[in-house]
């Protein structure tokens, strides 16, 4: 079982940035494919960005791509969101998640994530 814990998040202005952090215990994290959601109130949780197991592979939402980046480091057992650029519409919860895996796919699909963290709020004002 791996545990997540998502930090980084807060309130900042709209073009302003912020760095959110996924620290997992529990599990090696070179293990899984890693994802990154967030969930807007009224809405559906939405994909956000994936990384591949050894980082080599990305993907993000088309909403952010070029704004945001996802990283990680498999020896601090840590996945990081950058987040540049920032809008009012990525106002949300932030949540990162964990797939168990044996390859450098990527995963989209939330159904297809086995652990969750529980969530960092940002918040981006006008």
């Known amino acids: 079982q791996v545990q997540l ?11 302003g940035s912020l760095s959110l952090s996924c620290l997992a215990s529990g599990r090696t994290l070179s293990n899984y494919v890693m ?3 967030r969930q807007a109130p009224g809405k ?3 994909f956000v960005a994936a990384i591949s ?8 939402a088309d909403s952010v791509k070029g704004r945001f980046t996802i990283a990680r480091d498999n020896a601090k057992n840590t996945v990081y969101l950058q987040m540049n650029s920032l809008k009012p ?3 949300a919860v932030y949540y990162c998640a964990a797939d168990l895996t044996f390859s450098e796919r990527l ?3 939330d159904s297809e ?3 969750w963290g529980q969530g960092t709020q940002v918040t981006v004002s006008e």
């Open 89 to 91: 519409e990525d106002t």
């Open 35 to 37: 994802g990154w959601f």
């Open 113 to 115: 994530y086995e652990h």
């Open 53 to 60: 197991r050894s980082g080599g592979n990305t993907y993000y």
């Open 5 to 15: 814990v998502e930090s980084g998040g807060g309130l900042v202005q709209a073009g």
């Open 107 to 109: 995963t989209v699909g």
């Open 44 to 46: 559906e949780r939405a």
